[in-house]
């Protein structure tokens, strides 16, 4: 499937493709993300949520709506993006020619072609784990 997305140039040679076995659902980032997404939902439910909810004035029915798109954009931030991420993961394919580095992905919508000469690239660090599996990282 990579080959056939991962348009090669004339006199380019395929030297591998393939997909990632693993999957992993948390990154770096989300070592802070998470914790602060947290409080995040808490803050807004205790202050904005409740209040709305036990007052039922008028004005209350201009805050509804932007209480739902703040709720969505939250609910995100805790779980819709990790949704979107394996999504993501799980449609990559990365493929290796004599030339380049290419990663194909299908994000929510449409394809994505990332590519990279491998001469502008630092040189690969290859982690090699149980049978044929392993990790190659460049840079």
């Known amino acids: 499937m990579a080959s056939e ?3 090669l140039y004339p006199g380019e040679r395929l030297l591998w493709t393939g997909m990632p076995t693993r999957y992993p659902v948390l990154s770096r980032t989300d ?3 998470l914790p602060l997404s947290a409080f995040a939902v808490i803050m807004f439910v205790s202050n904005a949520v ?3 909810l036990r007052d039922n004035r008028a004005g209350n029915v201009v805050m509804v709506p932007f209480l739902v798109v703040f709720g ?3 609910t995100h931030l805790l779980a819709g ?3 979107v991420r394996r ?3 799980r449609t990559t394919t990365y493929t290796v020619t004599d030339q380049r580095v290419i ?3 299908r994000p929510l919508l449409g394809w994505r072609v990332n590519s990279a000469y491998l001469r502008s690239l630092p040189p690969p660090l290859v982690v090699s784990e149980s049978g044929s599996v392993g990790r190659i990282k460049f840079g």
Do not use: G, K, N, T
Request: charged share 25%; net charge positive; aromatic share 4%.
């Open 87 to 89: 999504r993501e993961l």
């Open 50 to 52: 409740v209040p709305v």
């Open 31 to 33: 070592r802070v993300i």
């Open 81 to 83: 993006r990790f949704v």
């Open 5 to 7: 997305l991962a348009d």
């Open 103 to 105: 990663m194909v992905s």
């Open 72 to 74: 969505l954009m939250v």
